[in-house]
C-alpha cells in the first residue's frame, strides 16, 4: 500500500490546511491524494468483507500502486533536483515509514495466531510471515496458490503481498531515476510499463502469476511515475473539472464492473489506473479543499496504511470463530473496529516513529529489516512448542484424545494420498483375479479420493481402476450448449478460464473413457450449477461409446470452513460428529435430487455421498483418533477407508459392479 511523506502541493496552489481552518488537514498534504486513499483502502475493506456491489474493490490495490508511483518518483526527482539524494536516507525513510506499523501487526497477529489458528494453520501463518518480514510474500502466496491450497481466509498475512510488491519497487526504482534522470527519463518509464503491460497481457502465463509478481505491476506504478513530470493544474477550470468527473466515473465503474474472474489487466483495471492518475495530475480545486464533507475520508485517507494492515487479521480472526458469509451487522461492527485500530495504530505508532530523525539514526532503522525478520524465524521455531504446551491438556472422561489434538493432527492432503498409494502398494500381490473388473473414475479432486477409495477397499489385484481427473467439468464437448467462457464463468480454478484449457478435456473425454475398456463408470465431481444442466447428455454419449454401466455420486458434504477451525469449539469428540450436520455448505442441499433424476433418466445409478459420510444425518467425522477429512471437501485416509467401505458395500454399487 502506498502511504509515504505528502506530495509537495504543486506551486501556486494553497495547501489544504492554509485554504482551511488551521489544524484541520495536516500541512503539506494534499486533499485529493489523502481522498484517493481512502477510497482505495475502502475499497479493499469492503471487497473482503463481502460487500454486496463492490466486486472490483480489489482494485484499490491498484489505486494504491498509482499513486506510490507518483509520489516516490516525484520525492526522488526533487532530491536529485536539489542535490541532495541519498540511497542511504531514501531506504531509512521508507522503513522509518512502513516497517514500524507492518512490525506491530506482525507481533499483535502472531499472538492471536498462537491463541487461535490450529497446528497446520498456524506452521502456514509462521512461514508467511517469515516471508512478510523479508517483503518477498507476494511470492511465497503465489507460490501456495493451487488447487489444494488452505482457504484464503485462514491466511491472517496474505493482505502482505501488496506491501512485498511496493518494496520492490522501491529496491529497483530509485537506481533507474537516478540513471535517466538527466535525460530519457520519461522515455524509460513508459517503456517500462508498456513492457510491463504487455506482459501481462500477452505471456502465457497464469492470471494468480500477473496478480503476484512485481513485473506485471511495473505499469501501475509507471503511470504515477509519469504524472510526477507532468501536470495539468492550469488546465481551463471546465477542462479540469471535466476530466476529473470523468475520472471519478472510472473509477467507480472500475470497482462496480470488475469480477475476480475478470481479465487482468483488463478494462475494470485500467479504468481505475487512469481515473486515479488523472485525478492526481489535475490537482483540481474541486477535490483539494479541506471541506466538511470530506473531513471523515480524509482521516481514514490519513490512517489508511494502519487501516490496511489491521482489517484483513481481523476478519481472519472473527471467521475462525463465526464462518460463512457477514450478515450487515458484522460487516458494521468489523468496519468500526477497523478504523478504531487504525486510529490507535497511528496514534502509537505511526506518528511517534515518524518523528525519528534522519539523517542521525538512519542506520538504526536500517536494523530494522534484518530485526524484523530474526524475530519471524524465531517465531517460526518457538510457535509449535508454544502451542504444543498450549493444548497439552488431559482430554475428556472416557476419551483418549482432546478435540484440539484431533483436529491439531489433521494432515495435508498430498501427505495422504502419498499415504494411500503406499498403503495400495503394500497389499498388491500381483496374483490378478481372473473376473478383475476396470472401473472408470471421472472428476476432479473428488474423482481421486474416490479412486483411492476404492482401490483402498478392493485392492489393485481384484479391481484396476482408472482415474480419468481434471479440473474441468467431466462433460463431453457434444452435450455443452454454451461456450467454454459461459461454462467456466464462475469456476473457482483460474485455469479453467484460459482460452482453450479445457476444450480439449472435453474433445477428449470419451477418447479416455473407449481406451479404459470399463465395466464401470463412476462420476465424482463437485458439481456446479453451471454444469449440472449437460451431464444428461453426457450419459448418453458414454452408453453409446462403451458398454458399460454408469454410477453417479452425489456431491461430497461440504462444511462451511476448514474442520479444524469450525469444530474447535467442541467440547467432546462426539460433539464434533452432532455438530457437522448443522455446519455442513447448505447451498449444495438440493443437488443429490437434482443429479439422482438427471442419472434415473439416462438410466444411471445414483448413490448420495450423504449417505456415506452423514447416515441419517448423524456424520461420522471422528474415525477413531482422527477426523474423516482434510479440509472442508475432502477424505483423509481414514475416510477413504470407512466412506469407501461403505461405497462398495452400498446395495447400488453391488449392482453397479455385477455383471
Known amino acids: 500500500?502506498?502511504?509515504?511523506?505528502?506530495?509537495?502541493?504543486?506551486?501556486?496552489?494553497?495547501?489544504?490546511?492554509?485554504?482551511?481552518?488551521?489544524?484541520?488537514?495536516?500541512?503539506?498534504?494534499?486533499?485529493?491524494?489523502?481522498?484517493?486513499?481512502?477510497?482505495?483502502?475502502?475499497?479493499?475493506?469492503?471487497?473482503?468483507?463481502?460487500?454486496?456491489?463492490?466486486?472490483?474493490?480489489?482494485?484499490?490495490?491498484?489505486m494504491f500502486f498509482v499513486i506510490s508511483g507518483y509520489l516516490i518518483t516525484l520525492h526522488i526527482r526533487q532530491q536529485l533536483g536539489e542535490g541532495k539524494f541519498s540511497f542511504v536516507n531514501f531506504y531509512a525513510r521508507r522503513i522509518r515509514r512502513l516497517f514500524p506499523a507492518l512490525a506491530a501487526t506482525l507481533v499483535l497477529t502472531g499472538i492471536g495466531a498462537l491463541l487461535l489458528l490450529p497446528a497446520a494453520l498456524l506452521q502456514n501463518f509462521a512461514h508467511s510471515a517469515i516471508a512478510s518480514s523479508a517483503y518477498v510474500s507476494n511470492a511465497y502466496f503465489w507460490s501456495v496458490a493451487d488447487y489444494f491450497d488452505t482457504d484464503n481466509v485462514y491466511k491472517p498475512l496474505l493482505h502482505t503481498w501488496s506491501l512485498s510488491v511496493e518494496e520492490q519497487f522501491y529496491i529497483f526504482w530509485p537506481l533507474a531515476v537516478l540513471l535517466f534522470h538527466r535525460r530519457h527519463l520519461n522515455f524509460v518509464i513508459a517503456a517500462a510499463g508498456i513492457v510491463s503491460l504487455l506482459g501481462g497481457l500477452f505471456l502465457d502465463f497464469s492470471p494468480v502469476t500477473v496478480f503476484y509478481h512485481f513485473p506485471f505491476r511495473v505499469h501501475e506504478f509507471a503511470v504515477g511515475a509519469l504524472v510526477s513530470g507532468l501536470s495539468l493544474s492550469r488546465l481551463p477550470r471546465g477542462v479540469g473539472t471535466g476530466l476529473v468527473i470523468a475520472a471519478i466515473l472510472a473509477i467507480a465503474w472500475g470497482l462496480v464492473a470488475t469480477t475476480p474472474q475478470s481479465a487482468f489487466p483488463g478494462w475494470g483495471s485500467g479504468a481505475v489506473i487512469v481515473g486515479t492518475a488523472l485525478i492526481i495530475a489535475v490537482s483540481h480545486p474541486l477535490l483539494n479543499r479541506d471541506r466538511l464533507v470530506f473531513r471523515p475520508f480524509l482521516r481514514i485517507g490519513l490512517t489508511s496504511y494502519s487501516a490496511y494492515l489491521v482489517h484483513w487479521p481481523l476478519l481472519v480472526f472473527y471467521k475462525l470463530s463465526r464462518p460463512g458469509p457477514l450478515g450487515l451487522s458484522e460487516i458494521l461492527l468489523l468496519l468500526g473496529a477497523t478504523l478504531l485500530l487504525a486510529e490507535i495504530f497511528y496514534r502509537l505508532v505511526e506518528q511517534p516513529t515518524s518523528k525519528v530523525k534522519l539523517p542521525r539514526f538512519r542506520f538504526a532503522l536500517i536494523a530494522m529489516a534484518p530485526l524484523m525478520l530474526l524475530y519471524a524465524l524465531g517465531f517460526n521455531l518457538v510457535a509449535p512448542v508454544i502451542r504444543q504446551q498450549m493444548v497439552a491438556h488431559p482430554a475428556a472422561a472416557g476419551e483418549a484424545y482432546t478435540v484440539t489434538q484431533v483436529l491439531d493432527g489433521i494432515e495435508d492432503r498430498r501427505a495422504v494420498r502419498e499415504q494411500a498409494e503406499q498403503e495400495i502398494q503394500d497389499k498388491v500381490t500381483g496374483q490378478l483375479a481372473t473376473d478383475r473388473k476396470v472401473i472408470a473414475v471421472l472428476g476432479d479432486s473428488h474423482a481421486v479420493d474416490v479412486s483411492l477409495a476404492l482401490r483402498l477397499a478392493l485392492g489393485d489385484d481384484n479391481v484396476n481402476v482408472v482415474l480419468i481427473h481434471s479440473i474441468c467439468d467431466p462433460l463431453t464437448l457434444d452435450s455443452i450448449a454454451v461456450s467454454m467462457e459461459a461454462l467456466y464463468k464462475s469456476h473457482s480454478q483460474d485455469q479453467t478460464r484460459e482460452e482453450g484449457y479445457c476444450y480439449p478435456q472435453h474433445a477428449d473425454l470419451l477418447n479416455k473413457i473407449e481406451q479404459a475398456s470399463p465395466d464401470l463408470v463412476v462420476f465424482s465431481e463437485a458439481w456446479r450449477a453451471d454444469a449440472v444442466p449437460y451431464l444428461g447428455k453426457t450419459l448418453e454419449d458414454i452408453k453409446a461409446a462403451v458398454p458399460a454401466k454408469i454410477l453417479v455420486l452425489g456431491r461430497v458434504p461440504q462444511f462451511v470452513g476448514s474442520p479444524d477451525v469450525i469444530f474447535r469449539d467442541a467440547d467432546t469428540l462426539q460433539q464434533v460428529n452432532q455438530f457437522a450436520w448443522n455446519r455442513r455448505y447448505k447451498a449444495f442441499d438440493d443437488f443429490d435430487s437434482t443429479l439422482s433424476g438427471i442419472a434415473g433418466e439416462a438410466g444411471a445409478a445414483f448413490i448420495s455421498k450423504w449417505d456415506l459420510v452423514c447416515p441419517d444425518k448423524v456424520c461420522d467425522m471422528v474415525i477413531g483418533s482422527v477426523l474423516g477429512y482434510t479440509d472442508a471437501q475432502h477424505w483423509s485416509l481414514a475416510g477413504m477407508k470407512l466412506y469407501g467401505g461403505r461405497l462398495i458395500a452400498d446395495p447400488v454399487f453391488q449392482q453397479a459392479i455385477m455383471p
Open 1 to 62: 500500500m502506498s502511504h509515504h511523506e505528502p506530495a509537495r502541493v504543486p506551486t501556486g496552489q494553497k495547501s489544504a490546511s492554509a485554504q482551511g481552518r488551521s489544524g484541520e488537514h495536516p500541512a503539506g498534504r494534499r486533499v485529493d491524494i489523502d481522498l484517493l486513499r481512502a477510497v482505495a483502502v475502502l475499497a479493499v475493506i469492503l471487497f473482503h468483507f463481502d460487500v454486496t456491489g463492490l466486486s472490483g474493490g480489489f482494485l484499490g490495490v491498484d
